[in-house]
C-alpha cells in the first residue's frame, strides 16, 4: 500500500463521517457527492477505471440530483401542507 | 428492559466484530490478489475475443448471462419506481407546474453553463459506450454520462425542453425497453447460430480496432441506452412531481 491509497482510504472514511454527523439533508446530498467523488479516485488509484467511471457519475450527479428533487418535493409538500393557498 | 436490550445489542456486536476480524485474517493480502480464474480470463480475452478490455469481455462475453440479470434489476428497480411515483400523480397534468417553474428560472451561469457541457458530455458519452471492448468504459458507464448530459438539460433551467423531451415521444421509455429487449435479443443470436445463449456469433476483427470483440460493442450500445433511459426516467419523473406543486 502506497502513500496515495492511503491518503484516499483516509479520506473517505472522513467524507463518509462528515456524511453520517451532518443532520441536514440537503447538505447531505452535497456531502455524499464529494464521497462520491472521493470513492471514484480510490477505485482510479487501485487500478479499477471501470469501477471509477461508473461512480464518479452516479455518485456525483445522479445520487445528489435524485437526493434534492426528493427534498424539494418534500419540503414543498410540508409548505403546502401549512399555507391553505397553495 | 432496557438492560436486556443492551445485553442483547452488546452481544450482537461482540458477534459481528468477532465474525469481521475472523473473516479478516482469511483475507489476501492487500494489492495480492491470486485467482487463477482470473489470471486466466486476463490473458485470454485478446486471443479468444480480440477485446482489449478483459472487464468488458467478461462482463459482456464471458460471463453475458449475469449481465442479464444485473440489466433487468436495474429495469424491474425502475418500473417499480415508475409504478409508484405514476399513481401518486394521477390524472395531474406536470405542464400546469410548468408555468410556475418558467417564473423561477435558474441563475444565467448555470444556464450558460449547462448549454456550455450539454454538447461535449454527449460526444464522451458515445465514446465511452463504442470504446468499452478497447479501453475502461463501456455500457453501463456511456449510459450514466449520457443521463448526465441530459440531466444538465435541466440543470441549465430548461425544463420545458426535458419535459417535451419526455412527454412527446416518450424516449427514454423507448431507449429502456428497447435497450433491454436489444441485449436479450444479442444472447438469442448466440442460442440460435450457435446453440449456447450469448455464444458469439459475430465476426471478431482484430485486437484494437473500433469493431471488434464481435458482439461486445453490440451489447455496450444496448445496454448504455437502457441505463440511460432507465436513470432519465427516474430522473425526469421526479422533476415532474416537484413541477406539479404541493399535493393536499
Do not use: C
Request: hydrophobic content about 55%; charged content about 15%.
Amino acid at each position: 500500500m502506497n502513500a496515495l491509497i492511503a491518503v484516499l482510504l483516509t479520506l473517505v472514511a472522513a467524507a463518509g463521517l462528515v456524511t453520517v454527523m451532518i443532520r441536514e439533508p440537503a447538505r447531505q446530498a452535497i456531502a455524499v457527492g464529494i464521497l462520491g467523488v472521493l470513492l471514484a479516485l480510490l477505485f482510479f488509484v487501485l487500478q479499477a477505471p471501470d469501477v471509477a467511471l461508473s461512480e464518479i457519475v452516479v455518485g456525483s450527479v445522479a445520487l445528489p440530483a435524485m437526493l434534492f428533487l426528493a427534498i424539494a418535493k418534500i419540503r414543498q409538500d410540508e409548505a403546502g401542507g401549512e399555507d391553505e393557498d397553495r | 428492559m432496557r438492560r436486556a436490550r443492551l445485553i442483547v445489542g452488546g452481544l450482537g456486536l461482540l458477534m459481528v466484530t468477532g465474525g469481521l476480524v475472523w473473516a479478516g485474517t482469511g483475507l489476501q493480502h492487500f494489492g495480492h490478489v491470486h485467482s487463477r480464474y482470473g489470471t486466466h480470463l486476463a490473458h485470454a480475452a485478446v486471443p479468444q475475443r480480440a477485446a482489449t478490455n478483459s472487464v468488458v469481455a467478461i462482463a459482456f462475453d464471458y460471463r453475458g448471462f449475469d449481465t442479464l440479470g444485473e440489466e433487468f434489476i436495474l429495469f424491474i428497480s425502475v418500473v417499480g419506481v415508475m409504478v409508484l411515483l405514476r399513481a401518486i400523480r394521477g390524472d395531474a397534468d406536470p405542464r400546469k407546474g410548468v408555468v410556475q417553474a418558467e417564473t423561477r428560472q435558474a441563475s444565467d451561469s448555470s444556464r450558460w453553463l449547462g448549454a456550455a457541457i450539454v454538447g461535449p458530455l454527449s460526444v464522451l458519452a458515445a465514446y465511452v459506450i463504442v470504446h468499452g471492448q478497447l479501453t475502461p468504459g463501456g455500457g453501463f458507464q456511456g449510459g450514466v454520462v449520457l443521463m448526465a448530459a441530459l440531466a444538465f438539460v435541466g440543470l441549465g433551467g430548461e425544463y420545458l425542453l426535458l419535459l417535451r423531451l419526455r412527454r412527446s415521444a416518450t424516449l427514454p421509455e423507448l431507449a429502456d425497453a428497447a435497450g433491454a429487449a436489444g441485449f436479450v435479443v444479442i444472447g438469442l443470436g448466440g442460442l440460435i447460430s450457435a446453440g449456447v445463449f450469448f455464444q458469439n456469433f459475430l465476426p471478431k476483427g482484430s485486437p484494437g480496432n473500433l469493431l471488434s470483440g464481435g458482439m461486445i460493442p453490440l451489447a455496450n450500445i444496448s445496454v448504455g441506452l437502457e441505463v440511460a433511459g432507465a436513470v432519465l426516467m427516474v430522473l425526469s419523473e421526479l422533476l415532474d412531481q416537484r413541477l406539479m406543486g404541493a399535493r393536499r
